[in-house]
């Protein structure tokens, strides 16, 4: 997904430079920081003059910001880029970014000798000197890093494809090598930024209307600021506090970088969301182990037991792998005994997908497929059930809900909790029409299912002040 940005606002529309037309089409796949990074790619590629068209077969410059992370995602890129032959022609320029294009590295221009660009998130910063190079007409630039670089990809040009809620990332590359992961390897070393500098660009947001930041980083809580300055929680408590901040969120945190003062933060300060996502990856101590997680079940359940403790009702989501190789029945009943131990209100669960140049791709992958889309079934039936049941807990609750989108089919409201759980709501008795995309509406829970909330919005009367959004231009973020 890239979303759209906010309208076309780069000069020279289809002028042509080096038989490349300057206008781009750009595909995205992967996570959230692979979403953001469109963002910051869009913005630059503006910045420069580039024109973005919503249709492949317009553009001049096709890019493809690709994730790597399972289930032989090199094979489905080359299968795509094969569908992006038919389209080559005259001043079609093709370009291969973001996970798979570090790991496959040059490799892509022997197997799709019409890529003129290979490049991994670490080289972005380089994106307006590669963009040269390939208006020169060069059809062989890599922008490949292998962990070199100290350097993290800043922008006062980034285009956010959403006016009030927006992502900053503060923190790039992983230094954790899991053995099932290609991220250290795609994403380059661990480097933050100043936490000045995402003070700078939270603050401009602010002003420009956004009301909810999100920070990213594969290990969000592993920043560092380089100059000493602030703490992760501190950050945090900062970035909730600016003026016009209502919702700031985190993701993904690692477990071993997990520490106290991010629960007191969250209790402390009411702008930060009531949702931590701790990925587990096991129940089992011993999988732990094989994985190089670096922490036990036990661990971990001490971390759970901040967090159950909390002051406020902290939602908790998480990350499985099923059949990691070795993992006995055993194995896999301790993590749906930590499911029962937990209660997380989301899993996201996937079966172990052997990867290019990790340690476990090494290992024999010893868990036939059928038994790993056992475990995932079982899996994902029992986090159902504690959904279903655990979600219960929020009937007749009032919550605020910030609007994303409205079904006119049903004449509900589809907003956001604090917990990030999503609510569909109506509106309550004498309201009149639909609050807007981005306000936030109070909504009384009527009823629970296992993956959503129900409810109504109440009555607040014409003369109640409610939360309505402002988007201010400019749409750059100028950083300084
Ligand atoms: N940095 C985060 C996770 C980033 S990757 C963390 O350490 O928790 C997102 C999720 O993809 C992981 O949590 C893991 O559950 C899954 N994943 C990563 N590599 C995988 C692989 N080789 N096979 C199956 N799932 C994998
Ligand atoms: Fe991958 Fe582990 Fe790094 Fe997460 S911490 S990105 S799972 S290597
Ligand atoms: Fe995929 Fe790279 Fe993100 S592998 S999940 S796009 S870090």
């Not at 994106?127 to 292998?146: N, S």
């Not at 219960?392 to 759980?421: D, F, I, P, Y």
Request: glycine share 8%; charged share 25%.
């Amino acid at each position: 997904m890239t979303g759209e940005s906010w309208g076309s606002h780069g000069v020279g529309y289809g002028r042509y430079t080096g038989g490349v037309s300057k206008t781009f089409y750009i595909e995205t796949f992967g996570c959230q920081m692979n979403a953001h990074d469109s963002e910051k790619v869009i913005g630059t590629l503006e910045q420069q003059g580039y024109a973005r068209v919503q249709d492949e077969v317009d553009a001049g410059l096709i890019l493809y910001n690709t994730c790597s992370i399972r289930d032989k995602a090199e094979q489905k890129v080359f299968h795509r880029l094969n569908e992006y032959k038919k389209l080559q022609g005259e001043g079609k320029r093709f370009a291969v970014i973001g996970c798979v294009a570090q790991q496959e590295g040059e490799k892509i221009f022997e197997k799709a000798p019409y890529v003129s660009l290979v490049a991994g998130s670490a080289s972005y910063r380089n994106l307006p000197e590669m963009l040269a190079r390939l208006e020169a007409g060069e059809t062989r630039i890599t922008g490949l890093d292998d962990r070199q670089t100290d350097e993290t990809f800043e922008t006062e040009f980034t285009a956010r494809s959403n006016p009030h809620r927006g992502y900053i990332t503060i923190i790039e590359g992983c230094d954790k090598f899991c053995a099932y992961c290609v991220v250290p390897y795609t994403r380059g070393k661990e480097r933050s930024r100043t936490a000045a500098s995402v003070l700078v660009e939270a603050r401009k947001m602010a002003d420009m209307g956004f009301t909810e930041i999100q920070f990213l980083g594969q290990n969000v809580n592993s920043y560092r600021d380089p100059s000493g300055r602030m703490s992760f929680a501190e950050l945090l408590v900062a970035v909730g506090e600016i003026e016009g901040v209502k919702r700031v969120r985190f993701t993904t945190s690692h477990p071993r970088d997990f520490t106290r003062d991010i629960v007191e933060a969250i209790d402390a300060t009411p702008t930060l969301c009531d949702h931590i996502h701790l990925p587990v990856q096991s129940g089992s101590t011993a999988v732990l182990k094989a994985m190089a997680r670096e922490y036990s079940r036990e661990w971990y359940l001490e971390r759970m037991s901040w967090i159950h403790g909390a002051k406020r009702d902290i939602s908790i989501t998480s990350d499985m792998i099923v059949g990691f190789p070795g993992e006995t029945d055993a194995d896999f009943e301790e993590t749906i005994t930590l499911l029962d131990a937990v209660k997380y209100d989301a899993v996201f669960a996937f079966k172990f997908s052997p990867r290019p140049n990790t340690p476990a791709v090494g290992m024999v992958d010893s868990i036939p497929e059928e038994v790993k889309t056992e475990r995932l079934r079982i899996l994902m039936d029992r986090q159902r059930e504690i959904q279903r049941e655990h979600y219960g807990r929020h009937l007749n609750e009032v919550q605020e809900c910030m609007v994303e989108s409205h079904n006119m089919a049903r004449m509900q409201v589809v907003g956001r909790s604090t917990q990030n759980k999503t609510v569909n709501f109506v509106m309550g008795a004498g309201e009149v029409g639909m609050p807007p995309v981005g306000s936030y509406v109070p909504v009384r829970i009527t009823k629970t299912l296992p993956n959503c909330l129900v409810g109504e919005a109440l009555a607040v009367g014409p003369d109640a002040v409610r939360y309505v959004p402002v988007v201010r231009q400019p749409q750059f973020v100028v950083l300084n």
